[in-house]
């Protein structure tokens, strides 16, 4: 049932106290150990490739896990709706250990492929399943505070996979890295069935939105396709060519009753889609954290390490503004923060952009990182509460978990296509590494500064919504 947030800031002593500690850590610890595994591998590869060969098949770590997530979040309202809480926390923590394990112990890059697919399906019905729990497993006025902890492990993850796989393949134990994983994910799972409320359960079989599904598939696997592809051209065709199946995903979820995405994200006057899309333009700001390492060395010299941590800062600023977003409340000032991160996000990357020169002396490097700092703080002033948003958007229990769901949905499928238009953006530089950073940080930035505006026409249509559907939360 949808009940709105109390007109008090929660704090966060409350969501952290010993009442919600328990749920709060589970529901954390599932989107971390997801988010930490995206960019993990990456920093991993090099030294797997050495030790398993395959090195044809690279890319393909990275393609088949998200693709995997983002199929798997989808999944998450049915899988809700038959097992309840806890029995699918546990499915979703044994799917991911079990391909951690296996990613751990493989004996060649086939196998290791076909073990990143399945800790990939873990990865998102961990993420799929902390948005969607949220509403059951806290009371309504922490549900800002839940989704800011939820949304900021994607940052602290996209922050720690890099670090943390690069500090494992420097010390020769790439194998490790996949078992510490394991370890975390199963320490979270042995919580559940002790911290999670055991949720709404329903002995029907609803039936798996097959053709929705497979056309999110060739969109994810053709924005995934269009990062390793060579050559401008071949990437611009792959990204054009995602779309066509995103509009008949669109297409066919307004016409069809089994839906991945809540009804009321296809109703006309709704707020939902902008609100989906508003997210959606945040979370493919992320992308530039997957090239900023390379600015960072070619064009100030730094060490690898160094450049790694340095592109984090993007993350960073986006998990600690949400620390003092998350507080905010009142119509209002929630509604202009919804609208302001998106623009400070663009003029943060377009500052960055700005600030690019061929071997940059170390004071410009100093300012590099406050300036990353603001653009990730674009994304925590309004990511939180746009959740919020989505999950309160409508009082059906099994509408809301699929809204919630969502979520996590959204925001993978960004960062995958956002990678993939910067990798074309970045091709564009040619042989010039200056070239192609200004291409990418002016580049992304405009596509991101559009989330301004749907968020004002999410603002707009929430005031003159239907009766049963929710606006924009009136506080935090």
């Known amino acids: 049932m949808n009940v709105a947030p109390s007109p008090d800031p929660p704090s966060w002593r409350e969501l952290l106290g010993a009442e919600h500690l328990g749920a709060a850590t589970v529901l954390a610890g599932g989107v971390l150990v997801a988010a930490i595994n995206i960019y993990l591998a990456a920093s991993l590869l090099p030294t797997a490739v050495s030790d398993l060969g395959g090195a044809s098949f690279y890319a393909w770590n990275m393609t088949l896990y998200l693709v995997a997530m983002v199929i798997a979040t989808m999944l998450t309202g049915r899988l809700l709706s038959r097992w309840g809480n806890v029995r699918a926390y546990l499915l979703a923590f044994a799917t991911f250990t079990a391909g951690s394990v296996a990613c751990a112990l493989s004996p060649s890059m086939v196998v290791l ?3 990143r697919g399945v800790q990939g399906l873990g990865a998102g019905l961990l993420s799929g399943l902390g948005f969607a729990v949220v509403r059951s497993a806290l009371p309504p006025r922490l549900w800002t505070r839940g989704a800011a902890l939820m949304s900021a492990m994607y940052g602290v993850g996209n922050f720690a996979g890099p670090a943390l796989g690069g500090l494992f393949a420097q010390l020769g134990v790439w194998r490790l890295a996949f078992a510490a ?4 994910a199963a320490v979270c799972g042995a919580m559940v069935p002790r911290v999670m409320p055991p949720g709404e359960r329903s002995d029907a079989r609803p039936p798996i939105p097959a053709v929705s599904l497979l056309l999110v598939m060739a969109t994810a696997g053709a924005v995934s396709v269009a990062g ?8 611009v065709a792959a990204v054009a060519g995602s779309l066509l199946p995103a509009v008949g995903f669109v297409m066919h979820e307004r016409r069809s009753e089994l839906r991945v995405f809540p009804r009321a ?5 709704s707020s939902l889609k902008w609100v989906y899309l508003t997210l959606g333009l945040l979370s493919f700001g992320v992308a530039v954290e997957s090239f900023l390492p390379l ?7 730094l060490p690898p390490l160094v450049a790694g941590f340095f592109a984090a800062a993007i993350s960073l600023g986006w998990s600690l503004t949400q620390i003092g977003s998350s507080s905010v409340s009142g119509e209002r000032r929630v509604r202009r923060l919804c609208v302001l991160g998106p ?9 960055q952009g700005l600030l690019q020169r061929e071997d940059t002396p170390i004071w410009l490097v100093a300012v590099w990182v406050p300036v990353l700092l603001v653009a990730g703080s674009g994304i925590g002033l309004a990511y939180p509460h746009l959740s919020v948003a989505a999950m309160s958007s409508t009082r059906e229990p099994e509408e809301g978990q699929r809204a919630a769901a969502a979520i996590a949905a959204v925001t993978s499928l960004s960062i995958a296509f956002g990678t993939a238009v910067a990798g074309v953006l970045l091709n564009l ?12 940080l002016f580049g992304l930035p405009i596509i991101c500064a559009v989330g301004a505006l749907t968020a004002r026409a999410a603002n ?15 506080s935090s």
Do not use: H
């Not at 623009?343 to 500052?351: K, P, Y």
């Open 228 to 235: 390793v592809l060579p050559g401008t051209l071949a990437k």
């Open 265 to 269: 994200t296809y109703r006309r006057g």
């Open 343 to 351: 623009m400070v996000l663009a003029l943060g990357l377009l500052v």
């Open 295 to 301: 600015f960072g060395q070619r064009l100030a010299g």
């Open 113 to 115: 492929l076909l073990s």
């Open 181 to 184: 994983m394991a370890a975390l």
């Open 429 to 440: 530089g040619g042989e010039s590494i200056l070239a192609s950073a200004r291409y990418v």
């Open 460 to 474: 707009r249509t929430s005031r003159t919504e239907q009766t049963g559907q929710a606006p924009l939360p009136r």
